[in-house]
């Protein structure tokens, strides 16, 4: 299935690329064609005026033993000659040839407007022929216009004296040698050349389409026997490995999460029946506590990122209560942080209402920021988690005074396995797991977590999370640690906090 993914994918994209090039390659080849076609009608027009040019050159060169031969002049010039010659050629083909001129002594050469703009062209002595595409009715034509200029045999027709009677009957112009005598026009159907072109490409293209598809069917077997197949393979191999794996890692936490409930709660009976004046006992059994509830929480954020590696984790939906969930937080790190001689500080906002969502993530979520701040805060030092509802989110806030965040390492805090500052790998009994847990758990709730922090002042973490509240439901909860208040009135910046319990100090 995944290799038909892939040649599908292999296919269009090289369908993408062969069009694309095609496209290219026809605009170069149009270009390129009407340049030649051009080129092509050019050498033709040329070759047309030359030999028209050579039969003018002919009858001016014989016409003195013309003349001898008849005894008198017999009619027979070159210009006549040639216009005889050009209309000829011109009644037995699609070809028209003619001469032009300005203020001609026929009619019929008198000069159209492409004709003029040449003659005014060649007035001006900058070129000698002057050509273009036309378009007349449904056909393109080539237009050619050649100078002529006046010769030695032009002269006793068109010479001095201006104004006196030549031979034919028509006023001399009084012309110099060299002065433009008019032009051979030249109209060449464009269509045959056109269509010739025209079928060169089709048949180009159709190379270039087999050659292109032989090229890709090639290239694609290629890729499938020596790229795609064991790439496939291989990645079928380490999903499985991953799997494995992964399964193998859940399950070993699993396992290691019994003993360690069966010795927290041993632990729980020890400290019950340690004598009050035995203080090294319970040093000791409070060193146990701590140390394996340290171990629980890493055990907890590995089996955690298992399963959303996994994507086996789900989300249930079930009603809690923040001061239920404020008093596990305390009970789970205030040892942690009574160990470390660091002073923890649980407020919940006397406003928070009940609220519907899954309660052991949201545990997970505020356990692994508390303990991220305990971690970096020195002994002397202090932690504060706040829990609030405003607008539609939960929102829980961790500060600490510690060492706080180097702003280069801001972006990299929620990644997976970077855990002190100043370091990509872990650091006081860390995983390096914790916040990149907490960054996974909000975006399944459709939330998000955000950091501040300036190094050596502190950190504050942010998690805002949108869940729904249960209205006319707040309860306030007594009788915690033997009926100590949990919910203590205090004043907390502007969001009148109300304190969840008494900080925990050493």
């Known amino acids: 299935m995944e290799r038909r993914r892939l040649a599908k994918k292999f296919f269009l994209l090289a369908g993408v690329v062969s069009v694309l090039v095609l496209c290219v390659y026809l605009a170069w080849s149009y270009h390129t064609q009407s340049i030649e076609n051009g080129r092509r009608a050019l050498a033709e027009a040329r070759v047309l005026s030359a030999e028209i040019g050579a039969a003018w050159d002919y009858i001016d060169a014989v016409q003195p033993q013309i003349n001898r031969a008849t005894g008198e002049t017999s009619g027979v010039y070159c210009a006549v000659a040639a216009k005889d010659i050009a209309k000829r050629f011109s009644a037995g083909s699609a070809y028209s040839i003619r001469y032009i001129r300005e203020s001609p002594r026929n009619t019929e050469d008198a000069p159209d407007s492409f004709e003029r703009k040449a003659l005014a062209v060649f007035e001006e002595g900058v070129v000698e022929e002057y050509y273009g595409l036309e378009h007349q009715g449904d056909s393109s034509v080539f237009r050619y216009v050649g100078l002529l200029e006046v010769e030695e045999g032009c002269l006793p027709c068109h010479g001095d004296p201006a104004g006196e009677e030549d031979v034919t009957g028509y006023a001399k112009e009084g012309m110099t040698e060299g002065d433009v005598a008019g032009a051979v026009s030249i109209v060449m159907p ?11 490409l089709a048949s180009t293209v159709v190379f270039f389409c087999v050659l292109m598809g ?6 694609a077997l290629g890729l499938r026997t020596w790229i795609t197949a064991p790439i496939v393979d291989e990645n079928k ?3 499985h490995e991953a799997e494995d794996q992964s399964n193998f890692l859940t399950i070993i936490t699993h396992e290691l999460k019994t003993p360690l409930s069966s010795i927290l709660a041993f632990t729980e009976l020890w400290k019950e029946r340690v004598p009050d004046d035995s203080p090294e006992s319970r040093v000791l059994v409070n060193e146990v506590e701590t140390n394996a509830r340290v171990l629980l929480a890493m055990i907890d954020n590995v089996l955690d990122a298992a399963k959303l590696e996994a994507g086996t984790l789900s989300l249930a939906q079930d009603e809690f209560d923040v001061y239920d969930l404020a008093s596990q937080v305390r009970a789970t790190m205030g040892p942690l942080a009574k160990k470390k001689g660091v002073s923890l500080k649980v407020t919940v906002r006397p406003d928070t209402p009940l609220l519907l969502g899954d309660e052991e993530v949201l545990r997970r979520i505020v356990v692994n920021l508390v303990n991220n701040a305990l971690r970096f805060t020195e002994s002397g030092g202090w932690v504060e988690l706040r829990l609030a509802y405003r607008e539609g989110r939960f929102v829980v806030c961790v500060r600490d005074n510690g060492c706080g965040i180097p702003a280069e390492q801001l972006d990299h805090v929620f990644d997976r396995f970077v855990s002190a500052p100043h370091s990509e790998t872990t ?8 916040l990149s847990i907490v960054r996974n758990f909000s975006a399944m709730m459709g939330g998000d977590v955000s950091v501040k922090s300036a190094e050596g002042k502190g950190s504050c973490f942010t998690a805002e999370l949108p869940l729904p509240a249960i209205p006319d439901e707040i309860e306030d909860i007594e009788g915690i640690d033997g009926g100590e208040s949990l919910l203590s009135e205090s004043s907390v910046d502007s969001l009148s906090f109300r304190e969840g319990g008494n900080h925990e100090s050493s």
Not at 190 to 200: P, V
Not at 427 to 434: C, K, M, Q, V
């Open 190 to 200: 464009m269509d045959s050349i056109i269509a010739d072109a025209k079928a060169d």
């Open 214 to 219: 032989s090229v890709t069917l090639i290239l």
């Open 237 to 239: 191999k380490l999903r």
């Open 427 to 434: 650091s006081e009994g860390g995983t390096g797991l914790g």
